[in-house]
């Protein structure tokens, strides 16, 4: 039965991890997945997670299930990181959080809720976007469209994206990253975030906004803008987040799926499908990613050090930024990566060629996706020059 199936290439992003260790070369740099390094290329467990998890080791008390909803600790928590404390959307009980296997998990949520409860909505992604968007929304049969987001010249396209939104058919889905673009790192301004709400407002469109990377662009505050924006000015609105990169747990699969409604009572029969595609999906959610965040949110010393830990991480990865684009100086090349230095996150969609991507790989054991994104991250003062020399070479 099994001769007819097909082989097929792997992840292209996952498909870089195993690429990057097979590769003998000492030099080698990973600048491919999207995890988080410090200045020796590790990626560490930060602290309060390590504090955290040494208080669930004494603490903790059974290994029973949590529900399809999951922990309704770390749920309030995440929903009160995500909209603020003082938002008037938890006051009124219209934001219902379902604890979801990582940031995908809640992708695949989210899905999975657009295909059964709204049936022939399709849903726009900006072109580029993360390339498992299109794996997990087709893998729930919907319909994908897309707008521009980013231009020849390699800047933000914020015309060509508003135009394009204007012309989405009324009641679809439109799908927006909070803050760090996957893959270019080119972020709405507050203006234009006001002006994409109001955009979403005349088309009576239903927003969908990823939050993978709250704390990795200006803070946590200023990274949330858009997502409170529209969650304060909607009635209606979808939002996926993750814990992998902000608290660093990316094998915990920790994440959240919410449905804001225009009120308690629509938000309870939202909540109830929500519970029953969770159950055919996975049952119940992983339980220890979701216990380390609500230990830490639960300790006001814990809640100190991670975001102290999370300041450190951004500001290390915004540094990192500005000194490439002085590292390319020598060799003429600020002006052409002068981007890279105003783009926010772990991300930078460089420019770079697929051509320039193969030469960096072949010629210097340098990994990024093709698509030219490249994971800030993973430059570090031992490798800058190095990776400055080598993108000399392969651009000339
Ligand atoms: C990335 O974009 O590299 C990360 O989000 C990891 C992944 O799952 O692709």
């Known amino acids: ?30 600048l491919g997945v999207g995890v988080y390094r410090d200045e020796d290329g590790s990626t560490p467990i930060m602290r309060a997670v390590k504090a955290a998890e040494q208080r669930l080791v004494d ?12 922990d309704p600790d770390y749920g309030r928590h995440v929903l009160e990181t995500l909209l603020g404390t003082d938002s008037a959307v938890l006051a009124d009980n219209r934001a219902s959080a379902t604890q979801s296997p990582g940031g995908t998990g809640a992708l695949r949520l989210a899905a999975d809720f657009i295909a059964a409860q709204l049936p022939g909505k399709s849903i726009w ?4 976007t993360w390339p498992n968007h299109k794996g997990v929304f ?19 396209d914020f015309d060509g994206m508003l135009a394009a939104l204007k012309q989405i058919p009324q009641g679809d889905v439109v799908l927006l990253h909070a803050c760090c673009h996957n893959p270019t790192g080119f972020d709405l301004s507050a203006e234009q975030w006001q002006q994409v709400l109001s955009v979403v407002q005349e088309r009576e469109l239903l927003p969908l906004v990823d939050f993978a990377y709250q704390g990795f662009g200006d803070g946590l505050e200023a ?16 939002i996926t987040q993750s814990c992998s990169k902000n608290f660093g747990i ?37 339980a ?11 300790s006001e010393e814990l809640t100190a050090m991670w975001r102290e830990e999370l300041d450190e991480m951004r500001s290390r990865i915004n540094n990192l930024r500005s000194d490439f684009v002085k590292a390319l100086a020598p060799h003429g090349l600020d002006q052409r990566f002068a981007h890279v230095a105003d783009q926010r996150g772990m991300f930078s969609f460089t420019g ?45």
């Open 223 to 238: 990274d949330a803008y858009g997502v409170r924006l529209l969650a304060e000015h909607l009635d209606e609105m979808l």
């Open 288 to 298: 220890h990613g979701s216990a380390i965040v609500a230990t830490i949110f639960e």
């Open 125 to 128: 992604l900006s072109d580029p």
């Open 59 to 70: 603490t903790e008390a059974t290994k029973a299930y949590i529900g399809s909803h999951g």
């Open 1 to 30: 039965m099994f001769e007819a199936i097909e082989r097929v290439p792997g992840d292209a992003i996952l498909g870089l991890i195993q690429a990057f260790k097979d590769d003998p070369n000492p030099d080698k740099v990973d």
């Open 352 to 396: 770079l060629q697929p051509e320039h991507v193969e030469a960096l790989r072949d010629r210097h054991s340098i990994y990024m996706v093709k698509s030219g994104r490249a994971n800030v991250a993973g430059l570090n003062r031992a490798n800058l020059d190095y990776v400055c020399n080598a993108i000399a070479d392969v651009v000339k």
């Open 138 to 156: 087709g893998a729930a049969g919907l319909d994908m469209q897309s707008y521009p987001y980013v231009d020849a010249d390699n800047r933000l």
């Open 250 to 286: 990316y094998r915990e699969r920790t994440g959240c799926f919410i449905a804001i409604a225009k009120d308690a009572e629509d938000m309870a029969d939202v909540r109830s499908q929500l519970a029953i595609t969770a159950r055919e999906n996975y049952s119940n959610p992983p």
